[in-house]
């Protein structure tokens, strides 16, 4: 469901690539029994068979550096949120996508602080398709009647 809901937000990735994790090496097993039991035209509909998975090399766990150092920003994250309530799954969500946002807003590129008109390029530039720190537009706050009859809703 992870990666279907992964797919659902960025599309098909032509690559993934994990650690060797045995739930990860079972689910890549179980994809690909899936799509060897089912018909061609049907797998392509369902899934993309042409989706490679790239594990680590087994006892090389520096190889996953750079996306294990992108977990603990989104476990940080996290941590602040944890002020000994339990999470509603409403909350959680929105700390994840709160998350998912810091960590896309992130510089990819090098930029010299000695430039002010070059922006540092962010994974936000390709996912929004604008630069995240353009002005958002602030819409008027409906009438409260309103607000709370769309909440009710």
């Known amino acids: 469901?992870?990666?279907?809901?992964?797919?659902?937000?960025?599309?098909?990735?032509?690559?993934?690539?994990?650690?060797?994790?045995?739930?990860?090496?079972?689910?890549s097993?179980?994809?690909?029994?899936?799509?060897?039991?089912?018909?061609?035209?049907?797998?392509?509909?369902?899934?993309?068979?042409?989706?490679r998975w790239t594990f680590n090399p087994p006892a090389a766990p520096h190889m996953g550096g750079v996306w294990e150092r992108l977990v603990r920003s989104v476990k940080e994250v996290l941590a602040v949120m944890d002020d000994g309530k339990q999470l509603t799954d409403e909350i959680l969500q929105t700390a994840l996508v709160e998350a998912e946002d810091i960590i896309n807003s992130r510089p990819l590129i090098y930029n010299s602080q000695q430039s002010e008109d070059a922006e540092a390029?962010?994974?936000?530039?390709?996912?929004?398709?604008?630069?995240?720190?353009?002005?958002?537009?602030?819409?008027?706050?409906?009438?409260?009647?309103?607000?709370?009859?769309?909440?009710?809703?």
Do not use: Y
């Open 1 to 27: 469901m992870a990666i279907h809901r992964f797919i659902g937000r960025r599309g098909w990735p032509s690559e993934i690539f994990s650690d060797n994790g045995t739930n990860l090496r079972g689910a």
């Open 29 to 51: 097993k179980e994809i690909a029994n899936t799509v060897r039991e089912i018909g061609a035209d049907c797998a392509d509909e369902m899934t993309n068979a042409r989706t």
């Open 121 to 153: 390029l962010t994974p936000n530039h390709f996912l929004r398709g604008v630069s995240p720190n353009q002005p958002n537009e602030i819409l008027p706050a409906p009438p409260l009647d309103v607000a709370l009859r769309d909440a009710f809703q």
